[in-house]
């Protein structure tokens, strides 16, 4: 599994939950009225350079918005931290479409607790000063630099504690580099029911939206075309194997038909049917689960 994936998607799925006040999570947050914007959203900053954070966040009571960077390496990009620097609170608005636009905004930095020296030292070396948080065992610190707005300063101070047993996952539960049986977890219960609704089939647009209810209408053109192309695949690929007999998939179109729907036999069918379904659905879970169990065999080995 992406290392990078897994970290950007946690750090994604916990800030809206901070936004957004999950139970069990702290609610400062929510409390100064930020709320999620944008996910992945690219967008030029006042040279017209393009930067995409990974989340914008925005407090209309604060007037104020924070634009994260998730660093699951060690690594800066220096010119992507230049990029950064250049954008200007005007850009919010007029070209990041943010309303009501803030008249002030941080750039955050969030990485782990090891990689903070590195980190930064990248910002150092382009003379940014972005805050820096760090993940611990305790929560996300303020490392480094600090934040325009005080008051979200104080929520850092000196730690905002997280129990990440208790992040959700649910907001952004895939992304363009998930893993295959991720994505399997996450189409085949919504293909389920649609079956059981009796639907004749559906686009893939209206499948992502459901999966990511909560995000869809917030990911930026790239999150949307990664996860939509990744869909469209295993939407591919499982209509020609495990659930050929019941789905088919015109991938020009990017719109699945549903064939022998068990619900539309006879009630006296129905039951081998709906067996035959979830027979496929155990082999289809299976192999996916094992082609998983065996990249990460191979990555043991190498």
Sequence with gaps: MSESSTFS?????LWFGLCLGDPGLPDAIQRLGYRPIWVELPFPNSSLETVCPDLIVSSAAQDHAVLFEWKSGANSNEDQLRHYADIADADLARR?????PPSAHCVAMAGKSDHVARLTLGMRNVGSEFPLLATTDAGLELVENGFHSRAIAAVFDPVLKIDWDLVPSQYLPIDGEAEPWEYAEQVLPRIFEYIGERRLGFMVDELCSDICPFTWSRLGPPGQDAIRARTGELLSDISRRELNEFVSFDRGRRRATFNNNPYDLPFGQQGVAVRRLQTAHRRLMA???SAAEGVEQLELDL
């Design 287 to 289: 192999r996916m689960t």
């Design 96 to 100: 990041a479409s943010i309303s009501p």
């Design 9 to 13: 998607r946690r750090l994604t799925n």
